[in-house]
C-alpha cells in the first residue's frame, strides 16, 4: 500500500496537466476556428504562419 | 489617411498599427484560406492577415498610414474573394466570455469527476481495503471535490443566488442544495470513518449539467454569430458628402441629420431621406413588396433598403422622425411584440413544477427518517433523493436535441434565430405567406419570350444590357442564348426607357410613352416594356414575378397536414388572386398595408388560430412580430430577419415544409426525453427514501439516464435519409 504514496500523486499531477494543458490552449485561441484548424493541416509550407510571425513580432517590428 | 483611424470599422493596437474584420462569406478551404493569408500577407502595409473559418472572417493587422479599409476590401477582392467590412456588436466579447466560462467549468468538472472517481471505484470494489486506506482515499477526493465544486459550481451557484434574492425559486436552487450538501455531508462521514462518501456525486452531476449548459449556449451563440453575419453583408455604408466636397465613408446609423449622402448606381439607399439632387428608378421592392421600380427625382422621399437602379444620386439625411416608414414600421413592431404574450419553455414550464417538488420530497424524507430512527439517517437519504432527483437527464434532454435540431436545419441551410422558435413552431395550424419575395422569387420574367421574333428580342436584349431595371435585367437573361446586337451612344432616362444607336437608327425600350405608344393600344395587364426601332412597329413585352421554386409542393403539403393556408399581399389585388389561383390557396387578400396584415393576424388569433407568418419585405417586418412564429428567406431586408425566428438560405420554399417536420419531431423528441428522465426518477426516488441508493448506485444511474437521454436524441440525425427523399 506504501506504492499509493507516490502513486496517488503522480496520478493527480497527470491529470492536473492535462487540464492544465486544455485551458492554456483555449486561452491561446486554439479553439477559436475549429473547422479551419482542421483545413489548415493541407496548406503546404507553413514556415510563415501567422503564429510564427507573432512571436518574432518585436524582432521584424 | 489619418481619418481611417477614426473609422468605427477599424480598431487600434500597439505600434501604430491598425486591425480590422472583415467578413468574407465565399471563404470555404484550406486553399481559400492559404490564398487569402498569404495574398494579404504579401501586401506592403499588412502585418498579418489570419483567416477563421468557422466565422468566415479574416482579421488583418495592417498600417494605417499606408492603407485604409477601402484598400483592404479592394485587395481581398483582387484576389478572387469580395468582402464586407465587419463591426462586431458591443455584446460579442460577453458571449464569448460566457462560453469561455463555461467551458472552464466543464473542463475542471470533468477532470475532478474522473479522478475523484479513480478512488470511488477503489473504495466500492473495497473488498481487501483496510480503514486507513479508505480514510485516505475520502480525503483525497474530498480535496479534488473542493477544487471542482468551487469552480465548476459557480454558474449554478450565481444563478441560485439570484433567483433566491428575487424570492423565487429554478432549477438551479435544487441543484446548488444537493451540490453544497452532499458535500459537507459528505465531510462529515469522513470524519466518522464511515463507508459511503458522496462526493463523486456531486462533481458528476455538475459534469452532466455544463454539457447541457454548454450545449445550449453554443447553439444560442452560433445562431446569433449567422444572424450578424447576414445583417453585416447587408448593412451599407454610407458615403458622406462633407462641407468642402470630400467624401467619408461611415456607417448608416452614424450618419447625422442634415448630412447629404451619395448613392452610386446600383448601390442600396443607406438611410432615409429626400433627393436633392439626380433623377433615378429605385426598387423598393424589399420595403414596400411593390415589384416595379418608381422614378425618384428632386424632392423625392426614398427610404433605407431600397435600390438605386439607374443613376447616382444624392441624399439629404431625414432624422427618425415620426413621419418615417421605417419609424412607423418599428412602431408598429413594437406594438405586436406587446400583444404576443410571453411564450414560456416546455423545460421551463417543467422547472417551475420540478424544482418545488424535489424540495418537498427531500424534507420529507429528512423528517421521516428522523422521526423513525435519526437525523443523520434523515440527512444522508434526503441527500441522497436530491441527487437522484438532480436533472441531468433533464438538463441534458432538451439541449440535446436542439443542438442536434440545429446542425440538421443548418445542413439545409436554416438558421435558427430564437432558442424557442422550434418550439413554439411545433404548434402552428396556419400559415401565412406574403407575396412578393416570398411565394414569388420578387424578380421579373419575360413572358412567352418565344412568341417574339428573335431579332427584336435580340435588340431589345442588347439595349437593356445598359440598364439595371428589373425589366431590363429580365430582357437580357431571356435574350442571353442567342447573339445581340451593338449600340453606340446609349442612354438610359430614368423613369422612361433606354435609348440607343444600332448603325444609325435610333432604338428605344421603355415605357409607352417612351416610344410613343398611345395607351389605347393595348390594355396594360401587368408590367411591360416596348421596343421600338427605327420606325418599325413598337413591340411589346409583357412580365410577371415568377413563383418561388418548391412553393406549390410545399402548400400541397401543408394543406395535406391539415394546416390553414393564407396569402396576405401588399399587392395589387388582381396580382395576389392570380398567384393565390396558381398555388390553390383558398384564402387571400391583396392591397394589404403593415397594419392590415396585423389586423389580419389578430383576427386568426381571436379565432384560436397559431400562426406561422413567412415573409421577406420590410412591410412584413411588424406581421412577423406579431405572428406566433416567424420565417424569413435570407434575401429579405434586414429588419425582417431581425424580426423573424428562423431565417431559410437558398430558393426553394420547401424549406419551410422541412423545417416544420422538424420541429415536430424536435418536440417529440423533447418529450420523449423528458419521459425517460422522469421515468427513471419514478423508480430511482422511492430506491432513495427508502436509503437504498449507495453512492455507487447514485453514479450508475446519473450516467445511465444521461447516456440513454442523448442517444435518444441522436435519432433525430439518423432518420434524415428518409426524409429527404420525401
Known sequence: ?61 | MSEAVLNPYIRPVEGGLAEAELLVPSMHCAACIARIEKGLGGEAGIDRARANLTTHRVSVRFNPKALDLDGLVGKLGALGFPATPFRAAVDKAGTDREARRLLIALAVAGFATMNIMLFSVSVWDGSEMDMGTRGLFHWVSALIALLGISVAGQPFFRSAWEVLRTGHTNMDVPISLAVILSYFASIGEAMRGAEHVYFDAGVMLLFFLLIGRYLDHRMRAKASDAAQNLLALKAVPATVIEADGTHRTMPADEVEKGALVLVATGMRVPVDGVVEDGTSDIDASLVTGETMPVTAGKGTKVFAGTLNLNAPIKVRVEGRGESTLLAEIVRLMEAAEQGRGRFVRLADRLARLYAPVVHVLAAITFLTWWGLLDAHTGLMRAIAVLIITCPCALGLAVPVVQVVAAGRLLMAGVLIKAADGLERLATIDTVVFDKTGTLTMGELTLLDPTAIASADLAFAGGLAAASRHPLAVAVNKAASKGRMPMFDDVREIPGAGIVGFHQGSEVRLGSRKHVGVGDDALPATGPELWLKRGDAAPVHFAFADDIRPGAAEAIATLKAQGIHVMLLSGDRAEVAEKVAGELGIADWRGGCHPDDKIAALEELKAKGAQVLMVGDGLNDAPALRAAHVSISPASGSDVTQTAADFVFQGKSLKAVTLLLSIAKRTKRLTLENFGLAIGYNVIAVPLAVLGHVTPMVAAIAMSGSSIVVVANALRLRRAKAGEEAA
Open chain 1, 1 to 61: 500500500m506504501s506504492a499509493l504514496l507516490f502513486l496517488i500523486p503522480i496520478a493527480l499531477f497527470l491529470g492536473g496537466l492535462g487540464l492544465a494543458a486544455f485551458l492554456w490552449s483555449m486561452k491561446s485561441g486554439q479553439f477559436d476556428d475549429l473547422d479551419g484548424a482542421a483545413e489548415r493541416i493541407l496548406i503546404d509550407d507553413e514556415e510563415d504562419a501567422p503564429e510564427g510571425k507573432d512571436s518574432d513580432q518585436s524582432a521584424t517590428r
